[in-house]
């Protein structure tokens, strides 16, 4: 089956520019996660959803993040406006639901420069 | 808070040398652990986790609740072992179901 999608792999953008990160989840999965992976780091959640219900944004800096996953398949991460501290690697992973045995496959990733 | 430490950031071992990767937990409650792996120009994904008490790729781990801890263990390491290797923890309500990851430790096999 074809994995996590996720577009673009590469990003570089200046200060105070906006972005938006697009993935696809596994076909059938019904709970998408954004992760932050800072360089040194491991990943950190942002936001989960359930279909286009958000379960958990505690960790999501809503001043500057947000999400979407409005039809509760593909999901848009954007960062407006995008500050230094946010250079990372942002990761999109799906599971088929919220239960605990439920396995999170993680996508390639997009790798955020902010200059 | 539920956090996760992996104390070493660099493990070189030799081609069939035992390797032992270190991971401690702090939770209050009943933890779910797991051992996800990202291989070179690959994908993360999971290795193991500890309610499967499974030996994946001759990895094991135990979860030893006295000692909060989670080792990763391998007696006889490849060089196909050689990857980044992160330790992390799902809690049992609310916000703790999350998975939290630790800082990781890339392993290098020698040949």
């Known amino acids: 089956e074809a994995g996590v999608a996720q577009s673009p792999r590469y990003k570089i953008i200046e200060k105070r520019q906006s972005v938006a990160f697009w993935c696809n989840p596994i076909?059938?999965?019904?709970?998408l996660y954004w992760y932050q992976q800072i360089l040194g780091q491991g990943p950190k959640l942002l936001i989960q959803?359930?279909?286009?219900?958000?379960?958990?944004d505690s960790q999501l800096p809503k001043d500057r993040f947000s999400a979407e996953r409005l039809k509760g398949v593909d999901s848009t991460l954007k960062i407006q406006p995008a500050k230094l501290e946010d250079s990372a690697v942002y990761l999109c992973?799906?599971?088929?639901?919220?239960?605990?045995?439920?396995?999170?496959?993680f996508g390639p990733g997009t790798r955020l420069t902010v200059l | 808070a539920q956090r996760v430490t992996q104390p070493e950031k660099l493990l070189s071992v030799f081609k069939g040398a035992p390797v032992e990767l270190k991971c401690n937990y702090s939770?209050?409650?009943?933890?779910?652990l797991f051992w996800y792996v990202q291989y070179s120009r690959q994908r993360l994904q999971l290795l193991l986790r500890?309610?499967s008490r499974e030996s994946i790729k001759g990895f094991t781990a135990d979860l030893n609740k006295g000692e909060t801890s989670f080792h990763l263990k391998k007696p006889f390491a490849q060089e196909e072992d050689s990857a980044m290797y992160y330790c992390?923890?799902?809690?049992?309500?609310?916000?703790?179901?999350?998975?939290?990851f630790g800082s990781g430790t890339q392993l290098t096999v020698l040949p």
């Open positions: 992973a799906s599971s088929l639901g919220l239960l605990a045995r439920n396995e999170q496959f």
């Open positions: 500890h309610i």
């Open positions: 992390a923890l799902r809690g049992s309500s609310g916000s703790a179901r999350q998975l939290t």
């Open positions: 939770y209050s409650g009943s933890p779910e």
């Open positions: 076909s059938g999965h019904a709970t």
């Open positions: 959803f359930q279909n286009n219900g958000v379960v958990d």
